[in-house]
């Protein structure tokens, strides 16, 4: 698997995760890796992006402020540090490699790994 997440869980609303995707293969060779997430019944939502070139950022205007995407070239890691988590939060989340579509003005996902859960109870 070359986008391996992994850090989900339970967690009580206002309290935090911390996620970690390891990249492998070919998945090396893309400039951003990020995460998007799917909750049950609902649209696939992009949550954030990391540029492995700049450190550049992206991030869903529902997370911004809450969550912070970081990467360690040298481990080909990335993490998605989660505070002040809401219910709303609850989804699957999927490490992914992120491409900026210029023509519909935001970021899709062209590659994807299993996903891990993550559940926030109010």
């Known amino acids: 698997v070359q986008l391996q997440a992994s850090g989900g869980g339970l967690v009580q609303s206002g309290g935090s995760l911390r996620l970690s995707c390891a990249t492998s293969?070919?998945?090396?060779?893309?400039?951003?890796i990020g995460w998007f997430r799917q909750a049950p019944g609902k649209e696939r939502e992009g949550v954030a992006c990391?540029?492995?070139?700049?450190?550049?950022?992206y991030y869903g205007d529902s997370v911004k402020g809450r969550f912070t995407i970081s990467r360690d070239n040298a481990k080909n890691t990335v993490d998605l540090q989660m505070n002040s988590l809401k219910p709303e939060d609850t989804a699957r989340y999927y490490c992914?490699?992120?491409?900026?579509?210029?023509?519909?003005?935001?970021?899709?996902?062209?590659?994807w790994g299993q996903g891990t859960l993550v559940t926030v109870s109010s």
């Open positions: 990391i540029s492995k070139s700049d450190g550049s950022t």
């Open positions: 293969g070919f998945t090396l060779d893309y400039n951003e």
């Open positions: 992914a490699a992120c491409r900026y579509d210029h023509y519909g003005g935001r970021y899709e996902f062209d590659y």
